[in-house]
């Protein structure tokens, strides 16, 4: 049933990119796969029919290589990222903001701007970028994270002007906390750490991402989702959740 035409989903190897994976093919779209852990990739692509290939946004080689490889596409789900550490300003460091700002911003610009020509072609083509509820907010010791997230955020809400009038949609999705590798990532492999983040609340699956990337996806090509902005019920902001 892959009569939606192609979809790129970056971040594709584990939590929300995954997820849309997934979805995306179960809803019609023929799904290209991309990440740096390609042995991830391959039974996710075999599953869903998909294309798995290797990309690091950080490097541009490897998204001009990975953008050759991607002759068609109508949908492009900006999805790689996430965050390094939680620590104040007066004590950042800089090879976690360099990781979070190459990652989150320059990543979904590099890989945007490549693939908008062929998003161009495809007479119906759609950017989602997931940045976060990080990116209207701002929280102690997060500000590596919550800066990256709103410039992430910038440069996507730019291209919906500077593409008015043209055959292009522009959708961000701003999920709060969601049960996924992003805490295990933020805090180097430490699980107990990461486990504390989602103790005593049901936190969002990536499934539940996945749904609205996809609601946004298949309404009509006239009808644009700006934004979506989803959280666990019992989370009301970056730094407030009921937790039992
Ligand atoms: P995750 O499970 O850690 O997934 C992150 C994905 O990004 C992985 O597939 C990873 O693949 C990919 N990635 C990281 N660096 C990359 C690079 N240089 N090149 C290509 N891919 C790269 O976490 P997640 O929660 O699903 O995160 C997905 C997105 O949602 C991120 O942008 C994150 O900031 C955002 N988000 C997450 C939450 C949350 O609470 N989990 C909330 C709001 C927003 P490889 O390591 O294989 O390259």
């Given at each position: ?7 790129v ?15 995306l093919?179960?809803n ?9 852990r ?43 990222g996430?965050?390094r ?33 062929a998003?161009?072609a495809?007479?119906?083509g759609?950017v ?7 990116a ?37 999705i ?8 992003f805490?295990?990532?933020r ?5 107990s750490?990461?486990?504390?983040v989602?103790?005593g ?18 309404r ?7 934004q ?17």
């Amino acid at each position: 049933m892959n009569n939606l035409g192609t979809a790129v989903v970056t971040g594709a190897s584990s939590g929300i990119g995954a997820a849309t994976a997934r979805h995306l093919s179960a809803n019609g779209f023929h799904v290209v796969l991309g990440a740096r852990r390609i042995d991830r990739l391959h039974p996710i692509a075999e599953e869903i029919g998909g294309t798995a290939l290797p990309l690091d946004v950080t490097d541009p080689s490897s998204v001009t290589a990975f953008a050759r490889a991607v002759p068609e596409c109508r949908l492009l789900v900006n999805n790689a990222g996430g965050a390094r550490g939680l620590e104040p300003v007066a004590e950042a460091s800089d090879d976690h903001w360099r990781w979070m700002w190459e990652t989150n911003v320059l990543g979904t610009l590099r890989v945007t701007r490549a693939l908008l020509p062929a998003l161009t072609a495809s007479g119906e083509g759609h950017v989602v970028t997931v940045t976060s509820i990080a990116a209207t907010e701002i929280y102690d010791n997060g500000a590596g994270y919550t800066s990256a997230k709103h410039a992430q955020s910038v440069l996507h809400r730019t291209l919906r002007g500077e593409h008015l009038g043209e055959a292009l949609r522009f959708t961000e999705i701003l999920p709060g906390m969601v049960e996924t590798e992003f805490s295990l990532t933020r805090f180097a492999g430490d699980e107990s750490r990461a486990a504390g983040v989602y103790q005593g609340l049901t936190p969002l699956t990536a499934d539940d991402v996945a749904d609205t990337i996809v609601f946004a996806a298949t309404r009509p090509a006239h009808v644009n989702i700006d934004q979506i902005v989803l959280k666990p019920r019992a989370q009301a902001s970056a730094t407030r959740a009921h937790r039992e």
